[in-house]
């Protein structure tokens, strides 16, 4: 498993193995770049099958933190951690007081917090051994509502650049995975009249959806094949496919999961398609926007005012894609990289 020929490899600036024999910790933190400032990204607990789907986990995830903070025009830059291990049988406090003290070392060059299968609880003891992590409050460590925010108002923007109207009512979206991020967005668009027809592996939530959200509920793999105005995938990346591709009736996608496209090239199959893409990395910053504040020590006023400009930013990519016959995902990697490679010029 060679890193430097790993075909997610980008350049990355360390990537860093982190193993403790006594708790079984196994880790890999890779940092892509700290032009911006210091590397800032979640700590991801996964069963991979293979150590080789970690490494590539952990390089495609640190690069997309490059990119969703400097196009939100955070001063920080991209990392992310990933744990090799069964979230809900593997944990202990030690195991990630061992990846705290892994952190440590690096210095402040990279900064954790809370991620698909970690919880404020474990950051609380990571913090135990470095202070380079956000997110370990119980009443306040959860991003989700300001992810779930962000991708609101996200969809605003969409809708009205695709649509022409600004309100959501009679609209319908099929939202994939009611989760952390999926139940907040899906209160939001309820709440501002939107029919939802909605789908997870949980059938608890999806009883509580039918009647808090009053949504009507279909099989995982029949999302896809709904006839709606949007589709939010909210659960895993990768749900738009050569598989799926062909199966959505959307007019916009506009969801929090990361990495949602496949492969790159998808994103100019969606806009073949007539289908207005929300790029993942520009619509589901409101989590990191929130952990980057805490950082900063700035008020949740701040953070509110700041996720609410991704309507703005997604405006603005999908202006710019008209103008230059782009797809919307070309459009914001070029926004990201005209910021964090302009400051590597900068600091050359
Ligand atoms: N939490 C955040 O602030 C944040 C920020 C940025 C991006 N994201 C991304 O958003 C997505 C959701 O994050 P979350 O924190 O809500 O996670 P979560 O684990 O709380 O929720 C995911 C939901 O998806 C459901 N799910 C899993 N597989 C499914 C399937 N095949 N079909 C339908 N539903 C399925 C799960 O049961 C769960 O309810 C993830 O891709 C995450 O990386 C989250």
């Known amino acids: 498993m060679s890193v430097f020929t790993h075909v997610d490899f980008d350049q990355h600036e360390q990537v860093v193995y982190a193993h403790d024999a006594k708790t079984g910790l196994k880790a890999i933190i890779a ?16 069963a991979y099958a293979h150590d080789d789907d970690a490494l590539t986990d952990a390089l495609r995830l640190a690069r997309g933190m490059t ?31 061992a990846l705290g003290e892994a952190i440590q070392r690096l210095g402040g060059r990279y900064i954790t917090a809370e991620d698909v299968g970690t919880s404020p609880a474990d950051m609380r003891e990571v913090n135990k051994t470095t202070r380079f ?13 300001f992810t779930a925010l962000g991708c609101f108002v996200g969809a605003q923007a969409a809708i009205q650049h695709r649509l022409g109207r600004s309100d959501f009512e009679g609209l319908t979206v099929a939202l994939q995975g009611l989760g952390h991020v999926g ?10 009249g939107a029919k939802l027809i909605v789908t997870d592996i949980d059938t608890a939530i999806l009883e509580r ?5 009053k949504a009507d509920v279909v099989a995982p793999d029949a999302i896809y094949d709904v006839d709606a105005d949007i589709y939010a995938p ?3 990346g990768a749900t738009i496919n050569a598989g799926t591709l062909g199966r959505l009736k959307c007019k916009i996608i ?66 710019r894609a008209d103008h230059a016959g782009q797809s919307t995902s070309v459009i914001a990697d070029q926004m990201a990289e005209a910021r964090f490679k302009q400051q590597e010029t900068c600091t050359a």
């Open 209 to 213: 959806a039918k009647t808090e959200l």
């Open 254 to 319: 506009a969801g929090a999961a990361n990495n949602q496209l496949k492969t790159a090239a998808l994103g100019a199959d969606l806009r073949d398609k007539g289908i207005l893409y929300a790029p993942d990395f520009v619509i589901n910053a409101g989590g990191i926007i929130k952990v980057c504040y805490d950082y900063l020590g700035k008020s949740l006023a701040d953070v509110d005012s700041h996720v609410r400009r991704i309507h703005h930013t997604l405006l603005e990519v999908f202006e």
């Open 31 to 46: 940092i892509h770049n700290t032009h911006l400032g210091p590397a800032m990204g979640g700590c991801r607990m996964w």
């Open 67 to 97: 990119y969703k903070n400097a196009v939100a025009q955070l001063p920080i830059g991209g990392g992310k951690t990933v744990i090799i291990g069964n979230a809900k049988t593997d944990k202990s406090p030690e195991l990630f007081q």
């Open 183 to 192: 139940w907040h967005y899906a209160q939001q668009l309820h709440d501002a």
């Open 133 to 145: 992590v956000l997110g370990t409050s119980q009443e306040n460590g959860d991003p989700s509502p």
């Open 234 to 236: 909210c659960a895993l």
